[in-house]
């Protein structure tokens, strides 16, 4: 099983400001990793998929990079909106596997 | 637009059973595969189960191996989860999720919590 590992567990970020996810996988996925976001009491959205690709409809202060093991969800300029949990997810091996998410809080 | 709505979560007592169902709308639905995700109160996301969007092929998560059987109704657009031998460890919202063109989950349910409790 592909272990998916991110880092930090919570960011303290003020609005306006950058911020830098990591998600590390145990093993290569080489670029099937997708980033999903949960506010309290929704279901995940999905965010980006083949690591750098946004999906419809998803702002373009979001974006995904990296390959093989390492990568990296960075929002440019945090809105009100984008304090939530953040997962990335492995798609290349069976059993698909999710990190276990990062917390974006208002600073 | 897509919608995804499951049904039939609850209270249920350990080793006991539940069927899930999920009523999908918007796409074509044999043309795709879906998942159970889970999420325990205050956790973070499980991959449960998956089915290809024929239903022959499925996958499972080995928490789950031999308790849960995935399956699909492609005439009636609607996917399923039968639970059986339910433990504590298995209380959690239940989202189903539709697959893109690859194993990524690009719409997801509101989910339904299932509770096992005595």
């Known amino acids: 099983e592909i272990v998916m590992t991110q880092s930090p567990a919570t960011l303290s970020v003020s609005p306006g400001e950058r911020a830098t996810l990591s998600c590390r996988a145990s093993q290569s996925v080489s670029s099937n990793l997708a980033w999903y976001q949960q506010k309290p009491g929704q279901a995940p959205r999905l965010l980006i998929y083949?690591?750098?690709t946004r999906a419809t409809d998803i702002p373009a202060r979001f974006s995904g990079s990296g390959s093989g093991t390492e990568f990296t969800l960075t929002i440019s300029s945090l809105q009100s909106e984008d304090f939530a949990v953040y997962y990335c997810?492995?798609?290349?091996?069976?059993?698909?596997?999710f990190g276990g998410g990062t917390k974006v809080e208002i600073k | 637009e897509v919608q995804l709505l499951e049904s039939g979560g609850g209270l249920v007592q350990p080793g006991g059973s539940l069927r899930l169902s999920c009523a999908a709308s918007?796409?074509?639905?044999?043309?795709?595969?879906m998942s159970w995700v889970r999420q325990a109160p205050g956790k973070g996301l499980e991959w449960v189960s998956s089915i290809s969007g024929s239903g022959v092929a499925t996958h499972y998560a080995d928490s789950v191996k031999g308790r849960f059987t995935v399956s699909r109704d492609n005439s009636k657009n609607t996917l399923s989860l039968q639970m059986n031998s339910l433990r504590a460890e298995d209380t959690a919202v239940y989202y189903c999720a539709k697959h893109g063109p690859q194993w990524l989950f690009d719409y997801w349910g509101q989910g339904t919590l299932v509770t096992v409790s005595s």
């Open positions: 997810q492995q798609y290349n091996n069976w059993p698909l596997t």
């Open positions: 083949g690591a750098s």
């Open positions: 918007g796409f074509t639905f044999s043309s795709y595969a």
